[in-house]
């Protein structure tokens, strides 16, 4: 009695040439930081450590450049793409912006 064919299912790893849809950035609300609050949000890419540093170093860098302003570094809770909604019903209520990043 002869094996069975085994199938095996292949993906082409070739681009197509279709381009994303691009989204203009979103328009300013304010001229200027002063009196602002701005949220530093390290997302957890690469790890529990990996840009919290980075993040603590733009906000001072924030608050020299711009001595009116807030800054608030902070963790989102979960993995990298998992959602936060009470981060972010605390961004909307208590801050003006918010920087989400990463950094290796």
């Known amino acids: 009695m002869t094996e069975p064919t085994k199938l095996v299912e292949v993906l ?3 681009c197509t040439n ?4 691009r989204v203009p ?3 300013r609300t304010f001229r200027s930081l002063e009196g602002k609050t701005v949220y530093l ?6 790890g529990p450590e990996a840009a919290y540093d980075v993040f603590q170093i733009v906000a001072e ?3 020299a450049r711009f001595p009116g302003v807030t800054t608030k570094v ?13 981060l972010w019903d605390e961004i909307k209520e208590k801050g003006d912006a918010a920087i989400l990043g990463i950094s290796c």
């Open 74 to 86: 902070v963790r989102k809770n979960g993995f990298f793409a998992a959602d936060d909604p009470e």
């Open 41 to 46: 949000v390290d997302i957890g890419w690469g």
């Open 12 to 14: 082409n790893p070739a």
């Open 18 to 21: 279709i381009t994303a849809e």
């Open 25 to 27: 950035l979103a328009p």
């Open 61 to 63: 860098r924030l608050t």
